[in-house]
């Protein structure tokens, strides 16, 4: 089909209403474009929204979920968490954690245009990212920061924000780019953030005026993927796609999956070459979708590795057991899955709060362990070896225990040399309740995502490990009591109903050990996976467990590209989503420029 036949399709599949047709109601089967995106969510828009610019190539985007445009639960501008459990969240369930009770926990994830950006957040650290080139990858903060401005179009507070506490610094922010970002108009009034603030100093933790500048440890107050002057939540498809969706040169197909790619027959010296994607609607109409130039897998960690499995790139032990014949041998798919655990401890307040909570503290391995923290990293390097050769030995030969040992001792040595936050705390006031929320942001255990049907729709088995090591408890032990002591340390405590904080002292004693609060977090808190999920197609020296280099390709092919999540090696402190913008931007230009 020529190019006036793909500028037909474009038109015919574009609604005034500004809703696409579903490819249930169009027959898309054997029609090619230059490229094919597996997955509309961050990082799939992103790319098709720069691609398109480019009048003279065809864009086609396959997304499982539906338009959520005018969706209440996923627009609204104060509410938290309200799209968790429903149409829009795929609500993944992980293996038995063997190591945390042997229970099983859903993971929430993105599902429609605009992936998990219909349900999450924003930050980024500049220290961390730094090191990547000592991993193999070419991109450090100063590039990759570049990116994440590139995309970004912050809205300064209003003075009534800025008298609350929130405060910014213009260079650590974008104001061109497509994505409106902004410190919530409807963040918590009165004197919750001085109150906050003075007690984060009385336990050590200093103020800090901007958090999107790299650094991060520090109380302060955190931006949002807002439109403020909307009062809407901006979500990837809000800022880079809608804007856009007119294009007679992108074509979006909403309510299909990408399940698999399809290869050319003959490989050029032993690459494979992708020709098309095996797409299914949700009737389980199967077609195929031509790609002249490029497959792009943008459908997340947990399911860009399943792609990559059903398509005959993996671990030959894995596919042959579905009888799938091995195209790439690359057995580091799906393995080095990490995500952090979230721990909440609550009590009563003694007045009501109204407002959405922006406020949030980053804390150093220092600030955890004080004067024990050098015994705590001496301690942990002796056991990764140990670590190590646990993960080698789980993760079928994609990496060995040496490796791994780097990678650890890489994570180890930031928390102890520099201010790369340790753990990340969440106070949040509703009513007449806090929570604070937290999460160890560097997490040891490593876990892995696989398929387990000839079924290419079916969820793939998400095992986390989490808890696998001790240091990994070990950190969220000592952020708890931290979190424990914030609580009762004033001013704050003068507002804090003591009696009733959960854990109460009680059932953790003041003097608790380590065993009892892990106890306690494993089995009554009711932890969660963060949702930061990532590493399952890391980007990798192939030797060291890689599945795609430094273009975002996939070793072994020639046209095949990931971009998402999945490709960041190790996980990083703040929030992921601010990173994968900047990752897509990044990829954006390299496709472009190929």
Known sequence: MGFVGYLWIGLLLSLASGKLLDRAQFNINNTHFDYVILGGGTAGLVVASRLSEDANVTVAVIEAGDFERNNPNVTNATGLGQAKDTRVDWQYESAPQVFAANQSLICSAGRGVGGSTLINGKSSCNSQINL?????????????????????????????????????LSSAHGFGGPLATCISPHMTAGDIHDIFNTTFQNVGIPPRDEFDGGELRGFGVQVATQDGLADIREDAARAYYYPVMDRPNLVMMVNTT?????????????????????????????????????????????????????????????LSRHSIDVKVNLTSVGENLQDQTTITIEAATLQSF??????????????????????????????????????????????????????????????????????????IVLGNVIGCVFWPLQPFSRGSVHINSTDKTTQPTINYNFYQFDFDGQMAVATARFVRKFLTTAPLSDIVNISTINPSFELVPEDASDEVWL??????????????????????????????????????????RVVDLSVVPLQVAGHSTSLLYGIAEWASQKIRTA
């Open 132 to 168: 990547w080139p000592s991993l193999g990858l070419e991109i450090d903060w100063n590039k990759l920061f570049a990116f994440s401005k590139k995309g970004e179009h912050f809205q300064p507070p209003s003075s009534n924000i800025t008298a609350l506490g929130a405060s910014y």
């Open 258 to 318: 990408g399940t698999r790619i399809l290869w050319l027959q003959n490989s050029t010296g032993g690459i494979a070459v992708a020709s098309a994607a095996e797409i299914s609607s949700q009737n389980g109409q199967v077609s195929t979708i031509y790609a002249d130039r490029e497959i792009i897998l943008s459908a997340g960690a947990i399911r860009s590795p399943a792609i990559l499995e059903n398509s005959g790139v993996g671990n030959p032990s894995v």
């Open 354 to 427: 109204s407002g959405f909570p922006a406020f949030v503290a980053h804390t150093s391995l220092n600030d955890l362990f004080s004067s024990n923290a050098s015994s705590i990293y001496n301690s942990t390097l002796a056991k990764l070896p140990e670590y190590a050769a646990a993960i080698s030995a789980q993760n079928g030969g994609a990496s060995n225990a040496a490796v791994q040992q780097h990678l650890l001792r890489t994570q180890l040595g930031l928390l102890l040399n520099s201010n790369t936050p340790a753990s990340e705390i969440a106070p």
């Open 519 to 560: 106890d306690w977090i494993k089995t009554k808190s009711l932890f969660q996976p963060n949702y930061h999920h990532l590493g399952t197609c890391a980007m990798l020296p192939r030797t060291s467990g890689g599945v795609v280099d430094n273009d975002f390709r996939v070793y072994g092919t020639k046209n095949v």
